[in-house]
C-alpha cells in the first residue's frame, strides 16, 4: 500500500505577520515601562539629593549664624559698627588695598564688627553676602576693661587675666573710636596673678595703618575682648555666598587658616540663590518684632557701617535672620519640570518677598526653596 508523504508545514505569512504584530506591542508596553520607571527614580534620586543638599545647607549656616555675636556683644556700645584693624605677621590685612576675591569683590574692603551684616545683592547672580562674626574663646567669653593709661605699644593691663592664655586672640575697643584692633597674646605669655596682657603673636602689631594700640584709652573705656585662640578655639569673621559656580562659598576675612591668599572655601554644591531678611526688635524688649529688607534705608550694609551711633543702634536692634536658599538638582529633564518662578518670603509682606524668574532652560532642572529662621542668641542676651 502506498503512502502519500508528509509535506512539513510552519507558518503562514499571516501567521508570522501576527506574531510580529504582537511581539512588537509587547516591546512597546515594556519599553515605555522601563521609561517611565527611570524617570521616576531619576525624578525621585533627584529629589533626594536636593533634600539632603538642603538639610546641609540649613545646618551649615544655622551654625554660623547661631554663634554670631559671640565674645563681643556684651561690650557692643564699643565694638559694634568698629572699622577692624588687623595685621598678620607685621602685613596689614583689614582694611584692605584691594577688592575681596569673587564672588565678594562687591564688598567692603573695610569691615566693620556686626554679628551678622547681609550685603544685599552683593553675590554672583545678585544674591546676598553674609558676613558673620563670632568669638571662640571657650575660656573667657566676658569683655575685661583696660586700666585707664595702660595701653603701650604692646600690652595693655586689665583688672584679672584670669583664663586668658598664649596665642589668645583680643580685640580693642574704645567707646567713641571709630576703630578696633585685633591683637594677639605673646607666645609665652600665661594668665593669672599678672594684670598685663603681653602682645607679640602673629597677629600683635602697635601700629596698624595710622592706628596706634599706646593710643588707646585717649577716647573713652576700652574694652578688652577675648575671641579666641591662633592655635585652637578660632573665631569667625567670615564671609558666605553664592559663587558663580552654583556653589556656597565661604571666605575667611582673617585668614586664620594660615596663607597668604584668600581662599575662597566650598560649602555646598547646587546652590543658586541666597537671600536673607533682618528680624528687629522695635521696642527694647529684645523680641523680634517686624522683618525688614536689608536692601532698603537703614538697613543696607552702608547704612550699617557708616560708623554713626545710629548705626550702632540700629545693630543692636537686629535680633534674628531669616534665609532663604534656592537649591537645584545636576541633571535636566527632558521637559520642564519647574514653574516660571519660585517666590521667596511668600508669608511675609509683599515688599519683603522676592522673585526668582526661571527661563526655558532652568525649568528642566527640579528646584527647591528652602526658608529657616536664625535667632541671634548671643545679641538676644544683651
Keep these: 500500500m502506498r503512502t502519500r508523504p508528509v509535506r512539513p508545514r510552519g507558518f503562514?505569512?499571516?501567521?508570522?505577520?501576527?506574531?510580529?504584530?504582537?511581539?512588537?506591542?509587547?516591546?512597546?508596553?515594556?519599553?515605555?515601562?522601563?521609561?517611565?520607571?527611570?524617570?521616576?527614580?531619576?525624578?525621585?534620586?533627584?529629589?533626594?539629593?536636593?533634600?539632603?543638599?538642603?538639610?546641609?545647607?540649613?545646618?551649615?549656616v544655622d551654625r554660623m549664624l547661631r554663634g554670631a555675636g559671640s565674645g563681643f556683644s556684651q561690650a557692643w556700645q564699643s565694638a559694634y559698627g568698629c572699622r577692624l584693624a588687623v595685621a598678620r605677621g607685621?602685613?596689614?590685612?583689614?582694611?584692605?588695598?584691594?577688592?575681596?576675591?569673587?564672588?565678594f569683590a562687591a564688598v567692603s574692603r573695610s569691615p566693620r564688627?556686626?554679628?551678622?551684616?547681609?550685603?544685599?545683592?552683593?553675590?554672583?547672580?545678585?544674591?546676598?553676602?553674609?558676613?558673620v562674626a563670632s568669638g571662640n574663646s571657650g575660656l573667657a567669653e566676658a569683655p575685661l576693661r583696660a586700666l585707664a593709661g595702660s595701653a603701650t605699644v604692646n600690652s595693655v593691663r586689665v583688672p584679672a587675666t584670669v583664663g586668658l592664655r598664649a596665642n589668645d586672640l583680643i580685640l580693642l575697643a574704645e567707646a567713641g573710636r571709630a576703630d578696633c584692633m585685633l591683637q594677639q597674646a605673646a607666645t609665652g605669655f600665661a594668665g593669672g596673678a599678672t594684670q598685663?596682657?603681653?602682645?607679640?603673636?602673629?597677629?600683635?602689631?602697635?601700629?596698624?595703618?595710622?592706628?596706634?594700640?599706646?593710643?588707646?584709652?585717649?577716647?573713652?573705656?576700652?574694652?578688652?575682648?577675648?575671641?579666641?585662640?591662633?592655635?585652637?578655639?578660632?573665631?569667625?569673621?567670615?564671609?558666605?555666598?553664592?559663587?558663580?559656580?552654583?556653589?556656597?562659598?565661604?571666605?575667611?576675612?582673617?585668614?586664620?587658616?594660615?596663607?597668604?591668599?584668600d581662599p575662597?572655601?566650598?560649602?555646598?554644591?547646587?546652590?543658586?540663590?541666597?537671600?536673607?531678611?533682618?528680624?528687629?526688635d522695635t521696642n527694647n524688649d529684645r523680641i523680634v518684632d517686624q522683618w525688614v529688607d536689608p536692601a532698603a534705608s537703614p538697613w543696607r550694609a552702608a547704612d550699617l557701617m557708616d560708623g554713626s551711633a545710629g548705626a550702632q543702634a540700629n545693630l543692636y536692634r537686629i535680633l534674628a535672620v531669616r534665609v532663604a536658599v534656592v537649591l537645584r538638582n545636576a541633571t535636566a529633564d527632558r521637559a520642564a519640570v519647574t514653574g516660571a518662578s519660585l517666590l521667596l518670603f511668600p508669608d511675609l509682606d509683599a515688599a519683603l518677598q522676592h522673585t526668582r524668574a526661571l527661563d526655558a532652560t532652568e525649568q528642566r532642572f527640579r528646584h527647591?526653596?528652602?526658608?529657616?529662621?536664625?535667632?541671634l542668641r548671643n545679641v538676644m542676651l544683651i
Design 196 to 261: 598685663q596682657i603681653d602682645f607679640g603673636a602673629d597677629y600683635s602689631a602697635g601700629t596698624i595703618g595710622t592706628l596706634n594700640l599706646a593710643d588707646f584709652g585717649g577716647v573713652g573705656d576700652v574694652s578688652v575682648l577675648p575671641m579666641g585662640n591662633g592655635a585652637g578655639n578660632i573665631p569667625q569673621v567670615l564671609l558666605m555666598g553664592i559663587g558663580a559656580d552654583r556653589t556656597l562659598v565661604a571666605l575667611d576675612m582673617l585668614r586664620l587658616a594660615g596663607g597668604a591668599d
Design 264 to 280: 575662597v572655601t566650598p560649602l555646598a554644591d547646587g546652590v543658586v540663590e541666597l537671600r536673607a531678611r533682618y528680624g528687629i
Design 90 to 103: 607685621g602685613t596689614q590685612l583689614l582694611p584692605r588695598g584691594s577688592d575681596w576675591p569673587a564672588p
Design 12 to 60: 503562514t505569512l499571516v501567521e508570522l505577520l501576527v506574531a510580529v504584530a504582537l511581539g512588537m506591542l509587547i516591546t512597546v508596553a515594556v519599553s515605555a515601562m522601563l521609561v517611565r520607571q527611570e524617570g521616576a527614580r531619576r525624578s525621585l534620586t533627584s529629589t533626594n539629593d536636593v533634600l539632603l543638599n538642603g538639610a546641609h545647607v540649613a545646618h551649615l
Design 368 to 375: 527647591r526653596v528652602l526658608e529657616f529662621t536664625v535667632p
Design 113 to 131: 564688627l556686626a554679628p551678622v551684616l547681609v550685603h544685599s545683592g552683593a553675590g554672583a547672580g545678585g544674591s546676598d553676602v553674609l558676613a
